[in-house]
Structure formats: structure tokens, C-alpha cells
């Protein structure tokens, strides 16, 4: 076993947890989580997820930037809702973007599996950036992410972040579930 992968997929067993929790101390986990993976996937010739873990690099910086200076409710960042429009639009652009990222992929490089790994790049990015402005819609995302991500990590032989990856499609249940409780009811 890769100690790296390892020492990753434990960074990210913290992160998500303390996002489930609305709590600003999850970007410290998620930069040093995210700085290894990138290492890692990059080994197993999966691109995309390599070059995505750059992109979480940043948005992690945004993301604790906007929730250090969100409202606080009851121990955590205020959350909200997309509107029906806004999630139409979102949808939209999340899957053309994969699909046009996947056939750059399968293009241009040698990818091992250039359209499941688009497709969990660009709902990442998508379910990140809503993340990061306190959607509850990025749960959904995640779900969908993790559902894609643990056969094709399995496949590549990433077993600690197959196994990762379905341990966050659990968290990411509860932090959809968590989230939601927290809602105005009048969104």
C-alpha cells in the first residue's frame, strides 16, 4: 500500500467529516489532503483526477475565505439552496463539461479511463464551487461522485481510496441529510 494514498485518504476521512459539520477547520485537512492526492493520482495515470486535485487547491482557499466570513448558526455556516433555474443550469454545464473534457482525454493523452474520470472531475468541480458558497445541492453532487469514483479507483487497483470513496458516499449522505435539517424551511 501507498503510505501517500494512505496518509490521504485519512486527511479526507477528517475533511468531510467536519464539512458534514459546517465547521470552517475542515480546509486545513482538505489543502493537505488534496496536495497528496494529486501525487497519487497522478502515478495511477488518472489525469483528470491529478489535474482536479489542483483546481481543489484553490477552491479550498475560497472556500475558507467565504465561510470564515459566512453567518454562523448554531455552531456552523449558514447553508442555502440553488433556485429550480440555477440547478438546471448547473446540470447542464457539469455534464457538457465532462463530456467534453472525457474526449479531450480519450484524445489527447492516454488516459486509463478518460470518461469516468471526466465525469468525476467536472461533478467535482461542480459540487466543490457549491460547496465552498454553502449549497446543499453539492451533497447530491458528491453522492453521484463517490458512486463513479469507487469502481474506477477499484479498478486501478487504489483500493485505500476505493474504500475512501465509499466511506464518503456514507458521509456524504450525512452530510445531505445534516444539511438539509439545517435549512430555512422557507427555501
Known sequence: ??????????????????????????????????????FVFAEAR????????????????????????????????AIGRLSNPARTTWLAGTMLTSAAWGAAMANFTDAAAPYPDAAIAGMSVAAQILQSRRRFESWLLWICVDCIAI???????????????????GMAVWGLFAWRSKLDPAQ
Not at 6 to 34: C, E, K, Q
Not at 48 to 69: E, K, T, V
Open 1 to 38: 500500500m501507498n503510505p501517500l494514498e494512505l496518509a490521504a485518504a485519512a486527511l479526507g476521512l477528517i475533511n468531510v467529516a467536519l464539512v458534514a459539520r459546517r465547521s470552517l477547520w475542515n480546509y486545513p485537512f482538505g489543502l493537505a489532503m488534496v496536495a497528496l492526492y494529486f
Open 46 to 77: 488518472l489525469y483528470s483526477d491529478a489535474l482536479l486535485q489542483i483546481f481543489f487547491f484553490a477552491i479550498q482557499l475560497y472556500g475558507w475565505w467565504n465561510w470564515s466570513r459566512s453567518d454562523r448558526v448554531d455552531h456552523g455556516v
Open 151 to 169: 469502481g474506477l479507483f477499484w479498478s486501478r487497483g487504489l483500493h485505500p481510496t476505493a474504500i475512501l470513496y465509499a466511506i464518503f458516499l
